[in-house]
DNA sequence: CTGTTAGCGCCTTCAC
DNA sequence: GTGAAGGCGCTAACAG
């Protein structure tokens, strides 16, 4: 069993309310008594117990964070970052992974609820225009990363059309003539929160390049792409995110087409991974460990002061590699 | 104010315990008002406070989970399938990271005792001896991972030793007659838990080359490669992470040094990320999300029915690639 | 300056 | 079947 203030408060034949005031420096208390008492909470090997705390104070100081899962090096760039940052400023995390899954977000959600998280920050599968007043009624801090859920759940992100309007257009400035888009699924709609993918697709919409471009939306990518005469003008691939241009790497370098002398390849994250990848994936930047600072930083205010969170638009960068 | 059982009692007429023995199916109740107290927990949007319950209980289905960091595939593997089996198993994870600080592990360490952790999974930097009773003080499982603490601690593992004596035959079979071995530094011995490295360098030294070998241990082994002829004889490069083998593998592409064919290079752990690398690269496979897994597994009987956890190898295996 | 006490929300015994 | 009540450990308001 745990020692208690009351075993303290025992042991040194003073009040519970005494040996609180010792502990955490409340109020006027005899010098000499606060020595004892410190003395003995250290001899006892007293530890706060944080979910006593927590039930009186009504406050966990814990975040609820819920992605998609880490496989990504995107989202265990985020926890790191965020882990960090929340730590820094006396939060724990808690952590769950939805798998993409909508209902074990939810669940996700409510468990955190019940744990009395303070706030909360998701990367969003869901997509219901009611699922932002439920989230609303649980009455904390939300704020959605990467995927907007609703105007009125703050969102932090770049901005996903510009970024690969941008990146659209470098690539048609570079001399291609034809782009390969592949994304995953855009008919999800209705089912799940592509926010980020619909607004990438339509930045990428709003270049004209000189022969129709070929949409590929689909899990089986790779495989859609054996269908296309890949090597017809001047093709380049551009991906929605840079694990997808690496299996696109894989696969031409695999049927020994030349990157970026017979195809351009172009992806979109800049995961810390690609330093070890031949050749030099070109790629968008979305500084993800910035905005998981950033989340952690609002939020905390959010909680601590009542302060409203405000949308954010970080800054991407084009990433000149070789692949293109 | 969230909704609590006192609520709904009042709200239907009835005492806390008539709710509590709706909503918990506990006893003996009336059908009818059972239904009644159902719905309106229901109406009323009722969630349980986990932190009361966890006070009451003593229980918080939390188990506190402390690792490196993110940055290393291995890990965020590791937290992937640690999370899948916790939250099968209707645990939270509490998840803290150290960067290799062992006081930073310490204050996570009792930061999550005071949050009432049921039970502690941790890849430790501390190697004190004393570090194992101070854990032990706590009264809570510990698992270790990856990284022994001592005889008193539980660890599940690969064989270390074994791991690496097997891969530096395999790099001798090859025909190798010199090896270049990378290591962080082994000499950190009285300030860092370094008991997976020596057990790998131990294995390493079990086998006898033609040429004498080098050792490199250092965090800046690159720059000590440079000053090493890497073509005298025919030389492999055995890293003691996949990391670092990707790093050499960069820097022998930037000298044009051939891979296989002039050097060889094998590295250790076999994280995903390598079906994107070139030349595939020959390692030892980890199999830290089935360790992840079993460790959860333990830990979660420890806490429920006091079983002791016991040390267990899980089996390495040498993943032939293109690079040796 | 110090002790007493009433909860935070839930669970559990005990009595009716 | 149901209600009343005490207590998990900590905090804070109130007496003294």
């Known amino acids: 069993m745990a020692v208690t203030i009351k075993n303290i408060a025992d042991a040194c034949n003073v009040s519970r309310g005494t040996v609180d005031r010792a502990l955490n420096n409340r109020g006027k208390i005899n010098p000499e008594k606060k020595e004892l008492i410190l003395a003995k909470a250290k001899e006892l090997g007293y530890k706060p117990n944080y979910i006593a705390r927590s039930l009186k104070r009504g406050k966990t100081n814990t975040i609820g964070i819920i992605v998609f899962n880490l496989y990504n090096e995107f989202f265990s760039s985020l926890i790191n970052s965020m882990e960090e940052k929340a730590k820094e400023k ?20 409510e468990s955190m609820i019940r744990r009395q998280v303070d706030g ?61 888009y592949i994304s995953p699924p855009l008919a999800y709609e209705d089912t799940h929160n592509i926010y980020a993918l619909k607004q990438r697709f339509e930045g990428f919409s709003q270049v004209n390049m000189e022969h129709e471009s070929i949409i590929i939306e689909s899990k089986d990518y790779i495989r859609e792409l054996e269908t296309i005469n890949i090597l017809e003008y001047k ?75 405000q949308n954010m638009v970080i800054t991407h960068e084009i990433i000149i590699g070789e692949s293109l």
Request: proline share 3%; aromatic share 8%.
């Open 235 to 309: 093709t380049a691939i551009l991906c929605t995110s840079d694990i997808y241009a690496l299996e696109v790497l894989n696969y031409l370098k695999e049927k020994k087409i030349k990157i970026p002398s017979q195809v351009g390849v172009m992806g979109f994250d800049n995961i810390n991974m690609l330093k070890y990848i031949e050749p030099h994936l070109t790629t968008v930047s979305y500084p993800i460990e910035q905005i998981g600072a950033i989340a952690i930083d609002s939020i905390s205010q959010a909680i601590e002061n009542g302060n409203k969170i």
């Open 90 to 109: 006396d939060y724990h995390i808690d952590l769950a992974l939805t798998h993409y899954d909508k209902d074990t977000e939810k669940k996700c959600v």
């Open 120 to 180: 909360l920050i998701l990367c969003s599968v869901n997509n219901k225009k009611d699922y932002s007043s439920w989230l609303q009624k649980f009455n904390i801090p939300v704020v959605s990363l990467a995927n907007k859920i609703s105007n009125k759940i703050p969102y932090i992100s770049v901005d996903d059309r510009r970024a690969m309007k941008d990146a659209t257009q470098y690539v048609a400035d570079k001399g291609y003539d034809r782009i390969i």
